[in-house]
């Protein structure tokens, strides 16, 4: 079974950086370059949307326009890691981010991690 854990939310200040880590396992029928490779957010009351993600294995990625030139996804296919480098970080950012995992008809998220942005 396909898991996705996120790591490195927490607790920043407005113009702060962190950058958050999605380890993946468990691809046994598909290998992970298979997949695309997405980081979704959800802030209270909103619904989730996508942040930054590969759409396809060896394309380039794309972004939200609210985080375009603030944020850079990337992914180590060696290590099954995936990871979102967030600078300028502004209270609007302030969410749970969730990592996600899509190959043809299947899909699998992380359980997200917090990012506070507050001063």
């Known amino acids: 079974q396909v898991q996705l854990v996120e790591s490195g939310g927490g607790l920043v200040q407005p113009g702060g950086s962190l950058r958050l880590s999605c380890a993946a396992s468990g691809f046994t029928a598909f290998s992970f370059t298979n997949y695309r490779m997405d980081w979704y957010r959800q802030a209270p009351g909103k619904e989730r949307e996508l942040v930054a993600g590969f759409p396809s294995v060896d394309g380039s990625p794309n972004y939200a326009e609210s985080v375009k030139g603030r944020f850079t996804i990337s992914r180590d296919n060696a290590k099954q890691m995936v990871y979102l480098r967030m600078n300028s970080l502004k209270p609007e950012d302030t969410a749970v981010y969730y990592c996600?995992?899509?190959?043809?008809?299947?899909?699998?998220w992380g359980q997200g991690t917090q990012v506070t942005v507050s001063s």
């Open positions: 996600y995992a899509r190959y043809q008809r299947l899909e699998y």
